[in-house]
């Protein structure tokens, strides 16, 4: 398991100091838990703001004018908030819940999930983070859950049980900065989330045929396998980000069409939401009464959310602008990278790509409606290694080195070093 250091290493709000000797007169957990439920009733957790186009690169502005900010606004709580009726799943097959029900904080922030310190009152949170040990306590996780502060994951609790779990877009496309401490900060959506250890808690539940235990335990942290249960394939790929996607035409790692489709497809088939889902190419036809289905009226909206998340720009200072404009000529001459990477979005349109024009390995694309890769719009690609479908290129440098050797380009270690310094930039 993932070490997890909370409590050191803070920025932001700070808790008392630590000459204040709370340790000895920490706060009882029942008294906690009151201040908790005292903050909840008098709302203390704000609702949050809608994504503005304030800060977004002109391209992300300009696609960010044409939306309906009401909309984005729905989308994002959606987003964030609504499992769509999967609890059902969850809960009554996998009883994720009785799992959750022993898990202390710590447990849970070690197999990657994230706390978001915005929906805890600031003296709780300090109390927390003043006193580590109470992070091994599971009503701790009760009281985050009540909250609504575990991103990703929506519950019930009565009368101290949880009663109710089911999982939303979050879990895996949304992280923390980690302003509080690892693990705990402001939310990022669209962010994969590449420390969530998503097939050890499915490996975990209570409720799931033990002969899928070794395979759900196979999946590491940042992978997940969104066919394994339509094909019976086991081999997961990487959480892609959900951001930067305006503009760009065709989702996913093999173009299988456009935003609302996919979203249509995980909520139903993957997170088991409450809706239809009809693919004839996939053998996929799952089917509710329309005045049941919890999914499909919420697809215009959680797509104008997701059009609004602008790829994060790389953090000042981290490459180097000299090396990365050479690199860019490169990357437009020499390299080739251009001839699908191109235009705004670094990506080709209606184009995907045969499995070999790229050295990829060809099994994910062969169970997929398209059977090849689309162009990857590079976006921030500071923010997410591994890449590739199948993360099997663990840095920048990787992936050029890999481009060097399919592509036969010959580019002298220096010239390499540019693309990656111009890869940073992007
Ligand atoms: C359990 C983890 C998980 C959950 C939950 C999840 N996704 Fe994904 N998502 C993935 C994986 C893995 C892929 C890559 C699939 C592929 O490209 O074939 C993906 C792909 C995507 C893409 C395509 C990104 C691109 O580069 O084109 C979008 C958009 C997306 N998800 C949005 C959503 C939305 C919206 C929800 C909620 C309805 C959701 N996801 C729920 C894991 C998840
Ligand atoms: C023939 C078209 C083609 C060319 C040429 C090409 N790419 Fe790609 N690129 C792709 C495809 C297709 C993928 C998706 C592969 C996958 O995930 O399996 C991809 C993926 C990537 C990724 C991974 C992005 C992520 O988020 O995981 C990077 C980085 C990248 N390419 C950079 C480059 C660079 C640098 C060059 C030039 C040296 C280049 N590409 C040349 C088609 C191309």
Same mark, same amino acid.
């Given at each position: 398991m993932l070490p997890v250091s909370v409590g050191s290493g803070m920025a932001g709000p700070r808790p008392p100091r630590p000459g204040d000797r709370s340790h000895r007169h920490r706060p009882a957990i029942p008294a906690l838990l009151l201040g908790l439920t005292l903050a909840l009733a008098l709302g203390c957790t704000d609702e949050p703001a809608a994504p503005s186009s304030e800060g977004l690169a002109p391209h992300d502005a300009e696609l960010a004018a044409g939306l309906d900010p009401k909309q984005v606004r729905e989308g994002q709580a959606i987003f964030r908030y609504d499992d769509f009726g999967d609890w059902r799943f969850w809960t009554d097959t996998l009883r994720l819940h009785e799992l959750v029900q022993q898990v202390s904080p710590r447990t849970a922030l070690a197999l990657g999930l994230k706390v978001d310190a915005e929906a805890i009152p600031p003296a709780v949170l300090a109390a927390v983070l003043n006193d580590p040990a109470l992070l091994d306590e599971p009503a701790i996780t009760r009281a985050l859950l009540s909250l609504n502060a575990v991103v990703g994951v929506t519950s019930r609790i009565e009368d101290d049980r949880i009663v109710r779990m089911g999982i939303t877009c979050a879990l895996c496309h949304s992280t923390v900065d980690d302003a509080v401490a690892p693990g705990i900060g402001r939310r990022l959506d669209g962010w994969p989330n590449l420390d969530l250890a998503v097939g050890t808690i499915v490996s975990l539940t209570p409720g799931l %045929? +033990? @002969?899928l235990r070794p395979i759900y335990a196979s999946w590491k942290p &940042? =992978? =997940? +396998? %969104? /066919? =394994?249960? !339509?094909? $019976?394939?086991?081999?997961?790929? !990487?959480i892609p980000p959900a951001y930067g996607l305006a503009g760009v035409g065709l989702e996913t790692f093999t173009g299988e069409g456009p935003v609302s489709y996919w979203n249509n497809y995980v909520a139903v088939v993957e997170m088991h939401g409450r &809706?239809?889902?009809? +693919?004839? /190419?996939? $053998?996929? /036809?799952? @089917?509710v009464p329309p005045e049941e289905d919890e999914v499909r009226s919420k697809l215009p909206a959680l797509r104008q959310y997701q059009l609004a998340l602008a790829a994060p720009p790389p953090p000042p200072g981290s490459f180097d602008p000299v090396a990365a404009a050479r690199g860019e000529v490169l990357f437009r001459t020499t390299a080739r990278c251009a001839d699908c990477h191109s235009g705004p979005r =670094?990506?080709? $349109? $209606?184009n995907l790509h045969e499995a070999a024009e790229t050295g990829m390995d060809p099994l994910y694309a062969t169970r997929t409606t398209t059977k090849k890769y689309r162009t990857t719009p590079l976006r921030a690609l500071w923010q997410h290694a591994p890449y590739f479908h199948d993360g099997s290129a663990a840095t920048l440098a990787d992936v050029v080195a890999h481009y060097d050797r399919v592509l036969q380009l010959g580019l002298a270690a220096g010239a390499q070093a540019d693309l990656v310094e111009y890869l940073k930039s992007l």
């Open positions: %045929p +033990d @002969e &940042g =992978f =997940f +396998d %969104p /066919r =394994f249960n !339509v094909d $019976g394939i086991n081999a997961p790929i !990487v &809706g239809s889902f009809f +693919d004839p /190419r996939l $053998g996929v /036809r799952i @089917e =670094f990506t080709d $349109g $209606g």
